[in-house]
C-alpha cells in the first residue's frame, strides 16, 4: 500500500508558476512510476505527467508541454510538478499517481494508487 499526499495547490494568476508537491509513504518509492493527472470541473481526469523510477524519463502531455516540469526526488520520497505560464484551462483538481511495476499508463484506469487533490485555480 502506498499513501500520496498533494500540497502546493492555490490560486494563481494567468501567467504565474506553482509547484506541486506528492509526498508517498508506505513502501519503496523507487520501485513506482510517479505522475500527475488532473480534473477540470465536468470534465474527465486527464493525464499530466510521468516520470521513471530513477527520474531519466519524462512524458506529458501535448496541452503542458514546454510549461510544466515533472521531477522526483527518491531521497525524500516526493515528486514535484512545476507548473509555469499558468492558464485558466490549467485551472482543476491535480492528483498525485503512483504505479508499480509498469510504465504508467495515460488513462486514468488501471493507475494502482492516487492521492486526494489538491485545488489549481488560475484566474484571469
Known amino acids: 500500500q502506498v499513501q500520496l499526499v498533494e500540497s502546493g495547490g492555490g490560486l494563481v494568476q494567468v501567467g504565474g508558476s506553482l509547484r506541486l508537491s506528492c509526498a508517498a509513504s508506505?513502501?519503496?518509492?523507487?520501485?513506482?512510476?510517479m505522475g500527475w493527472f488532473r480534473q477540470a470541473p465536468g470534465k474527465e481526469r486527464e493525464f499530466v505527467a510521468r516520470i521513471s523510477w530513477n527520474g531519466g524519463s519524462t512524458y506529458s502531455a501535448d496541452s503542458v508541454k514546454g510549461r510544466f516540469t515533472i521531477s522526483r526526488d527518491n531521497a525524500k520520497n516526493t515528486v514535484y510538478l512545476q507548473m509555469n505560464s499558468l492558464k485558466p484551462e490549467d485551472t482543476a483538481v491535480y492528483y498525485c499517481?503512483?504505479?508499480?511495476?509498469?510504465?504508467?499508463?495515460?488513462?486514468?484506469?488501471?493507475?494502482?494508487?492516487w492521492g486526494k487533490g489538491t485545488l489549481v485555480t488560475v484566474s484571469s
Open positions: 508506505g513502501r519503496t518509492f523507487s520501485n513506482y512510476y
Open positions: 499517481a503512483a504505479q508499480m511495476g509498469e510504465v504508467m499508463p495515460t488513462r486514468p484506469t488501471g493507475i494502482n494508487y
